[in-house]
């Protein structure tokens, strides 16, 4: 089973939706991610997981850019650098020719 975490109108997104075959897709904004997905994404990944150049990350206060990032991802989801791939319990996050080439 594969899932998408992502938002419905990300482009990256979308490209991604489009080479995945027999994918659940589920919009960050809307559903959230769930907390043990985000936490292994977070050891998976590390601060690689939070959008620093987000519209989101852009409108946090320095103080609130300092909290954990775990703490930020479950309050913004937004946040979140997409999309994020759940494939067979191994997570896969943004877009690149290399993950594509993995699932695709």
């Given at each position: 089973m594969t899932r998408l975490f992502g938002?419905?109108?990300?482009?990256t997104?979308?490209?991604a939706l489009k080479?995945?075959?027999d994918v659940d897709f589920l919009d960050v904004r809307a559903d959230g991610v769930p907390p043990?997905?985000?936490?292994?994404a977070y050891a998976t990944f590390g601060d690689a997981l939070v959008n620093s150049r987000s519209t989101t990350w852009r409108?946090?206060?320095e103080s609130e850019r300092a909290r954990p990032a775990l703490e930020l991802l479950n309050e913004h989801?937004?946040?979140?650098?997409?999309p994020l791939?759940?494939?067979?319990g191994v997570l896969?996050?943004?877009?690149s020719a290399k993950v594509e080439a993995e699932l695709g």
């Open positions: 938002l419905k109108n990300c482009d997104c979308r490209k080479v995945l075959n043990q997905v985000l936490e292994q409108g946090l206060s989801p937004t946040l979140m650098k997409r791939i759940e494939r067979d896969y996050l943004g877009w």
